[in-house]
């Protein structure tokens, strides 16, 4: 089945949607497909099937989103934790992801035709050589493409991602390209494997759990969590229209507690730079003091080479992930 599908919606769906996108709309949504092997144990098939329907169900979903206007969906397809389950439903779960990514490799020009680029979010690393390289070739290809984004959190977890991005901040360091200084709430948001997507506006669990399970949670502390009954294979887009309206209904508190965040954010920066700039002064001065144009021109002096040294670290980190990407996608074209 197709990674998207074409049908379009009912006149009752385009009715509802139309309703729906008069009111604030979240650009970008998260799923935690939940259900897939209670939903096989209910179908009585075996639990391959129950994950095969979910992949089908996310297909599905994706178009629903689309018609919808929100172009960035995250998924939780793989955790790290799902290693501990059964070899048999491991190794199926990884023949799975063999077939869709393969795949989604045949469907270029539909995959071009509607901008989707797919990126995967985890340490590829832990996978078998082969999917790693269909992962790869899969994300390459789609690079370019820019009208709607699909994440795939394939061997993730959101504390190994944050374990993660406090290694890459230390290895910054240890390179000299930023200083220990420079280290802050704001640049581990950008170490974060999800760096080049916004926070998720609203973030959806199936199935009637009620909790996070280890999934984006530095990335939703300011998102409307949604959790719904039904099993994810069967997922209806009534059920989406639903957690939509109560994003829209709690959408003014959402923005103010986002807002005040990133005004206290930026508060504490400003609070970092000029606690540097006046350590800088005590050891580089001559112990007379300072006016005040030359104390602010000194701390936007700071400022600026501070969000260059960032800058500088950001792109060589990106850069690095962007080789591993590409040198994957190599050897599967060699092989």
């Not at 074409?6 to 604030?24: M, V």
């Amino acid at each position: 089945m197709s990674w998207i599908r074409e049908r379009q919606l009912s006149f009752l769906e385009r009715l509802t949607a139309n309703i729906l996108k008069a009111g604030p709309m979240p650009k970008h949504v998260a799923f935690i497909m939940d259900g897939n092997r209670r939903f096989a144990q209910k179908a009585h098939v075996e639990r391959q099937e129950g994950h095969s329907q979910g992949f089908e169900k996310l297909a599905e979903t994706l178009r629903w989103c689309l018609n919808l206007g929100i172009h960035e969906v995250t998924v939780y397809a793989f955790s790290i934790e799902n290693v501990k389950r059964s070899k048999e439903e491991v190794d199926g779960l990884m023949e799975l992801a063999r077939q869709k990514f393969s795949r989604l490799l045949t469907e270029q020009e539909n995959l071009e035709k509607h901008g989707v680029c797919i990126r995967v979010l985890g340490d590829l690393t832990l996978l078998p050589a082969d999917l790693q390289q269909l992962i790869a070739k899969s994300v390459v290809a789609t690079k370019a493409h820019n009208k709607c984004f699909l994440n795939v959190c394939f061997a993730y977890t959101s504390r190994y991602e944050i374990a993660n991005a406090v290694k890459e901040m230390a290895w910054g360091v240890e390179q000299g390209l930023i200083k220990s200084s420079d280290v802050s709430e704001v640049l581990l948001s950008e170490c974060l494997y999800s760096s080049n997507s916004p926070n998720p506006d609203l973030l959806i669990r199936t199935s009637g759990e009620v909790r996070l399970s280890d999934f984006l949670l530095w990335q939703t502390s300011y998102s409307c969590l949604v959790f719904q009954s039904v099993l994810w294979p069967e997922y209806s887009f009534w059920n989406l229209c639903e957690a939509v309206l109560q994003y829209q209904l709690s959408y003014r508190s959402l923005q103010k507690a986002g807002d005040l965040h990133r005004e206290g954010q930026a508060l504490q920066q400003m609070e970092a730079d000029r606690s540097c700039v006046a350590e800088l002064l005590q050891h580089c001065g001559n112990g007379e003091p300072m006016d005040a144009q030359s104390r602010q021109k000194d701390l936007l002096n700071y400022i600026a080479s501070r969000e260059e040294r960032v800058h500088c670290f950001l792109n060589t980190l990106q850069h690095k992930r962007d080789t591993f990407f590409s040198d994957l996608s190599s050897q599967a074209v060699v092989a």
